[in-house]
């Protein structure tokens, strides 16, 4: 019996320990997982969001060159209109007429030209930076989870190596339980 409750003694001070370890290791685990997982969801949610805007300014472009080509349209219709109006009216002063609204026509056309190519260009500039931003940020965010893929790793390498220990002190158990007997057999032939 003393033998027994001696082995219990031993088995509850070196595995009892080990195995509170190796839960509180796990529930350590679980907590970083669900950090992980709340952090991509944080992520997917901001890329989400970064496509909607991306959505609501390529929208805004559209409009805005909706509203320069109707712009241009009723620009067009009216210089129409006043051209018959005035081919009508003065017929003898047409030609100059032709001149002057076809030099504002090209002015009017030029200066839309180059407003439209500096929006252009100030969108494509925003958006590449904002290209730029999320690639960073999705940088940063791959190599933390590198990071923590590593720091797991090597905490399974650690319990890995408790497994090990544990397998050998069966071993240990095993070769004590054969010289228990051994002594219980000399015991027995000096008596």
Same mark, same amino acid.
């Given at each position: #019996?003393?033998? %027994?409750?001696?082995?219990? @003694?031993i088995?509850?001070?070196l595995?009892v320990?080990? +195995?509170i370890? #190796?839960?509180?290791?796990q529930?350590?685990? /679980?907590? %970083?997982? *669900?950090?992980?997982?709340?952090r991509?969801?944080?992520?997917?949610a901001?890329?989400?969001?970064?496509?909607?805007?991306?959505?609501?300014?390529n929208?805004? *472009?559209d409009?805005?060159?909706?509203?320069?080509?109707?712009?241009?349209?009723?620009?067009?219709?009216?210089l129409n %209109?006043? &051209?018959?109006t005035? !081919?009508?009216?003065?017929?003898?002063?047409?030609?100059?007429? /032709?001149?002057q609204?076809?030099?504002? *026509?090209?002015?009017?056309?030029?200066? +839309?030209?180059?407003? &439209?190519?500096?929006? !252009?260009?100030?969108?494509?500039?925003?958006?590449?930076?904002?290209?730029?931003?999320?690639?960073?940020?999705?940088?940063?965010?791959?190599?933390?989870?590198?990071?923590?893929?590593?720091?797991?790793?090597?905490?399974?390498?650690?319990?890995?190596? @408790? &497994?090990?220990r544990?397998?050998?002190?069966e071993?240990?158990?095993k070769?004590?339980?054969? +010289?228990?007997?051994?002594?219980?057999?000399?015991?027995?032939?000096?008596?």
């Open positions: #019996m003393e033998i %027994q409750e001696a082995i219990r @003694a088995f509850q001070e595995i320990p080990e +195995l370890q #190796m839960k509180s290791d529930t350590e685990i /679980r907590v %970083q997982l *669900i950090g992980v997982n709340k991509l969801d944080d992520v997917n901001h890329l989400v969001d970064q496509s909607r805007r991306i959505d609501e300014t929208n805004r *472009i409009a805005v060159r909706e509203q320069l080509s109707q712009r241009i349209d009723t620009v067009r219709e009216e %209109q006043d &051209i018959e005035v !081919r009508e009216e003065l017929n003898q002063r047409m030609d100059a007429v /032709r001149g609204l076809t030099q504002r *026509i090209e002015a009017v056309r030029e200066e +839309l030209t180059q407003r &439209i190519e500096g929006v !252009r260009e100030e969108l494509t500039q925003r958006m590449d930076t904002v290209r730029q931003e999320l690639t960073l940020r999705m940088d940063g965010l791959h190599t933390d989870l590198i990071h923590r893929s590593d720091r797991t790793h090597s905490r399974l390498d650690r319990i890995w190596e @408790a &497994i090990v544990r397998e050998e002190y071993e240990f158990k070769r004590l339980v054969s +010289l228990e007997k051994d002594v219980e057999e000399l015991k027995r032939k000096v008596a």
